[in-house]
Antibody, heavy 117, light 111 residues
Framework: QVQLQESGPGLMKPSGTLSLTCAVS?????????WSWVRQSPGKGLEWIGE???????SYNPSLKSRVIVSVDNSKNQFSLKLSSVTAADTAVYYC??????????WGQGTLVTVSS | QPVLTQSSSASASLGSSVKLSCTLS???????IAWHRQQPGKAPRYLMK???????KKGSGVPDRFSGSSSGADRYLSISNLQIEDEADYYC?????????FGGGTKLTVL
């Protein structure tokens, strides 16, 4: 069973770069899955941020593309999210998730990131 | 890119049945979708993948009370014998070659 665990700062200041990591267990990061990030602003719905394939191909939400980088660290079996120039609007619970044969079949527990001065 | 439309809320009585809908935008009526359940304060949980034909494949451990069906651009999630733990937000998801999209979610209240 694939398990995902997010880690990162709970609080950060505006204009900074958000960095999150998702540790993967139960599967190799080099498996033919898609490794993704999804966020949920307080009281709102789910928003897909971006993803990376086992081969390193990336796809990003057009609304966030200019500020997002998703990368993989094969040696640590984890993948990461960097979101630059954050504002209060980026305050959200950030989930890592894995797409298997199409849909997200595995989700992390989520980590709350608050952007505030 | 596809757009998914869900009703914002639904309600049904404990032990009864409910059918939630998710509608694909024009030009995307054949897309496969997935259903996810998000209980309060928890991460989403994958329920099933649902094809336009009505065929569906559930995730590991998903109870038999959950089933899927389709009609044209509409995709449905049916839940029978509603339990308290079914009170949650339900999201549909779809994808294509370089994007993923979620519906706005339906908040299900169990009366």
């Amino acid at each position: 069973q694939v398990q995902l665990q997010e880690s990162g700062p709970g609080l950060m200041k505006p204009s900074g770069t958000l960095s999150l990591t998702c540790a993967v267990s139960g599967a190799s990061i080099s498996t033919s899955y898609w490794w993704s990030w999804v966020r949920q602003s307080p009281g709102k719905g789910l928003e897909w941020i971006g993803e990376i394939s086992h081969s390193g191909t990336t796809s990003y939400n057009p609304s966030l593309k200019s500020r997002v980088i998703v990368s993989v660290d094969n040696s640590k079996n984890q993948f990461s999210l960097k979101l630059s120039s954050v504002t209060a609007a980026d305050t959200a619970v950030y989930y890592c998730a894995t797409a298997v044969e199409g849909p997200f079949q595995h989700w992390g527990q989520g980590t709350l990131v608050t952007v505030s001065s | 890119q596809p757009v998914l439309t869900q009703s914002s809320s639904a309600s049904a009585s404990l032990g009864s049945s409910v059918k939630l809908s998710c509608t694909l935008s024009s030009g995307h009526s054949t897309y496969i979708i997935a259903w996810h359940r998000q209980q309060p304060g928890k991460a989403p949980r994958y329920l099933m993948k649902l094809e336009g034909s009505g065929n569906y494949k559930k995730g590991s451990g998903v109870p038999d009370r959950f089933s899927g069906s389709s009609s044209g651009a509409d995709r449905y999630l049916s839940i029978s014998n509603l339990q308290i733990e079914d009170e949650a937000d339900y999201y549909c998801e779809t994808w294509d070659s370089n994007t993923r999209v979620f519906g706005g979610g339906t908040k299900l209240t169990v009366l």
